[in-house]
């Protein structure tokens, strides 16, 4: 199973940034992929969720200014941020949960977001 994200890069407050995660090795239409982040000096913490019921779940921290969607048929997930301000500097991972009688987590290797003030 390959999980490689894509997308990160320096902004400054207020603008947008669209992460991708695509996802190889495994059925996706089947999987409940995630977005988590992990800023210097706190512990990673979950961003988004979309499970294969395709009902999101955010955050309180970026409800309302992310989005996270998923593209079966691209075997691809998507976290659109808006209104970026400098506490979501951090890197970003995709992660994707997946197993009918055992569950396996797979992680991708992290995008680097920054943003300036």
């Not at 947008?16 to 995660?21: A, D, E, P």
């Not at 395709?54 to 409800?63: D, R, W």
């Not at 994707?96 to 977001?113: A, D, I, N, S």
């Amino acid at each position: 199973v390959n999980v490689v994200e894509s997308g990160g890069d320096l902004v400054h407050t207020g603008d947008s940034l669209r992460l991708s995660c695509t996802v190889s090795g495994l059925a996706f239409s089947l999987a409940d992929p995630a977005w988590y982040r992990k800023a210097p000096g706190k512990q990673r913490e979950l961003v988004a969720s979309i499970p294969s019921s395709n009902i999101p779940n955010y955050s309180s921290a970026v409800e309302g200014r992310f989005t996270i969607s998923r593209d079966n048929a691209k075997s691809t997930f998507y976290l659109q941020m808006n209104s970026l301000q400098p506490e979501d500097t951090a890197v970003y991972f995709c992660n994707v949960e997946y197993g009918l009688l055992q569950t396996t987590q797979y992680w991708g290797q992290g995008t680097q977001v920054v943003v300036s003030s």
